[in-house]
């Protein structure tokens, strides 16, 4: 059978795998059942498995021909502490657990691959198929590369992909560059004097200061950072004083949020700026001011050689590669992955958002329409990456 055969063949068993993990989500660090089904998928097709890394994580490795480059394949498997508000036969079993971020679809196509390379066996080298827990704010890619896995498994270059609904499901981006933020969360405490509130003088008040803080914020995406370079600055959480306790001036108030950039540079330009106002404004009205800057995961940026690589395999599969395609504000921790190595990072079309159900909203649900382009994106990518007639050696 020719590859399109073999994938397609797979397609009602890959389907119904992915509506099975639909249905028993599991939260980042926690996904027993799926990383038992993965592995045992894995073994069966004759992978050599390895478990334990990141706690939940597996990582498949199949080695062919004599070709000495590696490369690692990402899929995350977890799910999101939010219930699934559409009635479908797949529908969650879980109340408060659901995949509304097409991470059971990933893990599917990345099976999926996997099972068609190993009867394909038609390159020469190494592909380890990383399926990382905790993609989901919970930092697996990190605990896995934290605990060897690159050590484990050397790889010469990394790829990863999302879902996008709203392109189609024969559509596919391949873009260079910068394609989503990095994700860090910051706190800043105004510390003063608690007072009366009839009697300001007598103390220093945090909450007036902290509406001027607030305001002056903004200014430092709109006055700071370089027009041309995108960044978002946003205060998420304000906690002081008690809502019916009217009468009492807080001694303390709490601030925190993220800030998002697509580069090194003004990363740590929002690191050293958000700590510079916190600092002036405590000064300003006369307080202390603690500042805590929390890097939690870099930008994603796609490398120009694993780019073009990607690219190549998008254009044997897909009728339509989009080569340019917005960057997106959200983050994903396949970044600590790609971070000391090539990587890229694609977006996989996944068809119209039903009913405007988009990413992380309750209605949300993984289009099996592409499961196969999916399948045929890894196992291309593959076969052309360790292309078997030049041993491995480009
Ligand atoms: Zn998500
Ligand atoms: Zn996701």
């Not at 103390?203 to 978002?232: E, H, K, N």
């Not at 700026?273 to 300003?284: D, M, V, Y």
């Not at 994106?377 to 078997?388: H, K, M, N």
Request: glycine share 12%; hydrophobic share 40%.
């Amino acid at each position: 059978m020719t590859m399109s055969d073999t994938i397609e063949a797979d397609l009602p068993f890959l389907t119904a795998l992915r509506r099975d993990l639909h249905a028993h989500p599991e939260l980042g660090f926690e996904e027993y059942r799926t990383s038992d089904i993965v592995a045992r998928l894995l073994e069966e097709a004759g992978l050599s498995v390895h478990r334990g890394l990141g706690g939940t994580g597996v990582v498949g490795t199949l080695q062919i021909g004599n070709g000495t480059r590696q490369i690692g394949l990402r899929a995350d498997m977890d799910a999101l502490a939010m219930p699934e508000l559409v009635d479908r036969p797949h529908r969650s079993t879980v109340p408060g657990k659901m995949h509304a971020c097409g991470h059971d679809g990933h893990t599917t196509l990345l099976l999926g691959a996997a099972r068609e390379l190993a009867r394909r066996r038609g390159f020469s080298g190494t592909v380890h198929f990383i399926f990382q827990p905790a993609e989901e704010g919970r930092g697996g890619a990190d605990r896995m590369v934290s605990e060897g896995l690159f050590d484990l498994f050397p790889c010469d270059a990394v790829y990863g992909l999302h879902n996008m609904p709203g392109l189609d499901v024969d559509e596919i981006a391949v873009v260079e560059g910068p394609q989503l933020a990095s994700s860090d969360s910051w706190r800043v405490t105004f510390r003063g004097i608690g007072t009366h509130g009839a009697k300001p003088h007598l103390g220093r008040d945090p909450v007036t200061a902290t509406g001027s803080f607030l305001v002056a914020l903004q200014t430092i995406v709109g006055r700071v950072v370089d027009p041309l370079q995108p960044a978002v600055v946003s205060a998420c959480s304000v906690q002081a004083g008690q809502a019916d306790v009217l009468n009492v001036i807080p001694e303390t108030v709490e601030i925190g949020g993220t800030a998002r950039a697509y580069s090194a540079e003004v990363r740590d330009q929002l690191e050293a700026e958000i700590g510079r106002l916190a600092n002036g404004t405590a000064t300003t009205f006369g307080l202390s001011a603690d500042y805590r800057y929390t890097r939690r995961i870099p930008p994603v940026v796609n490398h120009p050689d694993a780019t073009s690589r990607a690219l190549g395999a998008a254009r044997d599969v897909f009728g339509k590669v989009r080569t340019s395609f917005p960057p997106s504000t959200a983050g994903d921790d396949f970044a600590a992955l790609a971070q000391d190595r090539p990587g890229c990072y694609v977006w996989l079309g996944n068809g119209p958002a039903v009913e405007g159900a988009i990413h992380h909203n309750g209605g949300y649900d993984f289009n099996d329409e592409a499961i196969g382009p999916g399948v045929r994106f890894w196992t291309r990518l593959v076969e052309r990456e360790l292309a078997a007639d030049d041993h491995g050696t480009a």
